[in-house]
């Protein structure tokens, strides 16, 4: 089988004060996503302040291509929890390194969206924004093995440090 090479370009970039990756505290962060003027006008993001949520398409442009991981590790290198693929977990080191991640919708003011939330580093390449919609989101219950839920206990809590 052959697999399609895909070239991407980034729609804007991500600016907030966190200069180095970091796993947790992720809600008290505002970023600004400045969208590529050259490419789009205003009117391409016409109606997104109508959505409280957005989910971001964006690059892990910090990964550096020897450190990603195609087969099993421990989440966060930590032996007391299962080692697991790479596709059954979200950290950063991946085949692609494609995040994927909501946020909330602060404003939008001509080409620059401000969010809160959102688990980038300052400068990371936006690749797509879509708004988030709640009939996109799972329709029935959903599990998740207990590890990955002592991962989430603090990734989206409040009180990290705002520059790293």
């Known amino acids: 089988m052959d697999f399609a090479q895909v070239e991407l370009r980034a729609v804007g970039r991500a600016h907030n004060d966190i200069v180095t990756p970091r796993d ?7 970023t ?4 590529d003027g050259r490419r789009f006008g205003a009117d ?6 109508d959505f409280s949520h957005l989910e971001v398409v964006f690059y892990f442009h910090l990964v550096n291509e020897s450190r990603i991981v195609s087969g099993a590790r421990h ?3 930590r032996e007391d929890w299962p080692k697991v693929g790479i596709f059954a977990q979200r950290g950063k080191n ?3 390194r494609i995040g994927v991640s909501r946020c909330r919708l602060l ?7 401000t969010v809160a939330g959102l688990d980038v580093v300052d400068g990371t390449p936006i690749l797509d924004i879509k708004p988030w919609m709640q009939e996109f989101g799972p329709q ?6 207990d590890w990955s839920r002592e991962i989430m206990r603090v990734y989206y809590a409040a009180g990290g440090a705002s520059g790293d």
């Open 24 to 30: 947790d505290y992720w809600a008290d962060v505002r």
């Open 32 to 35: 600004e996503i400045a969208i």
């Open 44 to 49: 391409a993001l016409a109606g997104l302040e």
């Open 75 to 77: 989440p966060r290198n």
């Open 94 to 96: 991946r085949p692609n």
């Open 107 to 113: 404003s939008v003011n001509e080409l620059t969206l």
């Open 140 to 145: 029935e219950k959903t599990t998740q093995p």
